[in-house]
């Protein structure tokens, strides 16, 4: 039977000119574009059989990025992740992918009732992998614009010195540790648990993130404060390999019951481990440190990922805000009698 419906949409079946079995859904109940689906895919596989062409198929740009992206350890682009991707048909052919096409992507994924910035996440999938068929492949010349939808700007949670200090005392001595080493470097979690004993030098008092480590695919310099080269100095003798570790394992997942109770005792709401990083890039700018200087130490690709930053310091605006100074009042609440210059 090469064409047969199940629930609800119609699959092709049969064998192609390799002797493989081929056993597709066509994406569609309806069974006119699923015969014209059957058609085209034999008459495709044949092409790709006797002639040696190489499909430029949606699905395939998928396994492709999928493949390189893994192997440079960057898992945004994961296999899984393209599933989401519906009503594409498998086989889909890349030249026919068309602005309509996109946009009946985005409203069944919104028909779910997803927040925009799920539909964002597969839209980049699609957009990812669309722009390495034209630009990395050469597998097509024009691509539609996928277009992400607007999301609201996420407040940077971030702790006080104090509640710091609530969080630490009520975590685990292992958990302690690491979010207490996260608060005086800045590193992402999976640098933190991942962190050989390789990559740190007490007597320079550094410790380096190497290129396949960094989100940015670049390597870090992390210097230790005298808070970070103390908290390293007591995990000797608890791992052969790994820093940080619990009862002679690696420590792989930190978001845990354990973590998760001491928020609770803490009295800390809306809080994850990653803003343990947003905390460090704060006290860091609400100390003066320059942005540039915190975008080399954090690792960020962009100025515009430090500059979320910016607005918790104020120092460099002061000298500005003093020229006020010269405005002299008569009395308390009264009206100014000289008016500063520049403020007509």
Same mark, same amino acid.
């Given at each position: ?20 079995? =081929? ?58 992740? %393209?599933?989401?991707? +519906? ?42 992998? !669309? ?25 940077? +949670? ?20 690491? $979010? ?7 590193? +992402? ?41 103390? =908290? ?33 005792? $803490?009295?800390?709401?809306? %809080? ?39 607005? !918790? ?25 000289? =008016? ?5």
């Amino acid at each position: 039977m090469s064409l047969y419906k199940r629930g609800g949409t119609w699959w092709i079946e049969f064998v192609g000119p390799d002797g493989r079995r =081929i056993r597709e859904s066509t994406g569609t109940d309806d069974k006119v574009l699923a015969q014209e689906f059957h058609d085209h895919r034999k008459v495709e596989l044949w092409r790709v059989y006797r002639l040696g062409e190489t499909p430029a198929h949606l699905e395939r740009g998928s396994r492709e990025v999928a493949r390189r992206t893994r192997s440079q350890g960057d898992h945004r682009h994961r296999p899984h992740a %393209f599933a989401v991707v +519906r009503p594409v048909p498998r086989g889909q052919v890349l030249d026919q992918i068309d602005r309509d096409l996109v946009d009946r992507l985005t409203d069944a994924k919104l028909n779910e009732d997803v927040t925009n910035a799920t539909v964002n996440r597969m839209l980049e999938v699609v957009r990812a992998i !669309l722009r390495k068929c034209r630009d990395d492949w050469e597998w097509v010349d024009r691509i539609p614009k996928v277009r992400l939808l607007p999301e609201p700007t996420r407040r940077i +949670r971030w702790l006080t010195r104090e509640e710091a200090h609530r969080l630490l005392t009520n975590l685990p001595p292992h958990l302690a540790a690491m $979010a207490a080493f996260s608060l005086s470097t800045g590193l +992402r979690r999976a640098n933190v648990t991942g962190l050989l004993w390789s990559q740190v030098d007490l007597v320079r008092r550094v410790a380096w993130i190497h290129p396949d480590q960094a989100k940015a695919r670049r390597a870090i310099p992390v210097p230790l404060n005298a808070e970070a080269v103390v =908290i390293v100095r007591k995990q000797p003798g608890k791992h052969p390999v790994y820093v940080f570790a619990y009862r002679g394992s690696r420590i792989t997942q930190v978001n845990t019951k354990a973590w998760r109770l001491a928020l609770g005792r $803490a009295g800390i709401d809306d %809080f994850r481990w990653h803003d343990l990083r947003h905390t460090w890039a704060s006290w860091h700018v609400q100390n003066g440190t320059p942005l540039h200087v915190l975008q080399e130490m954090g690792g960020w690709e962009s100025p515009e990922m430090v500059r979320r930053y910016a607005h !918790l310091s104020a120092e460099h605006l002061a000298p500005y805000a003093e020229r006020l100074s010269a405005l002299r009042i008569v009395d308390v609440g009264s009206v100014p009698t000289e =008016i500063p210059t520049g403020a007509q």
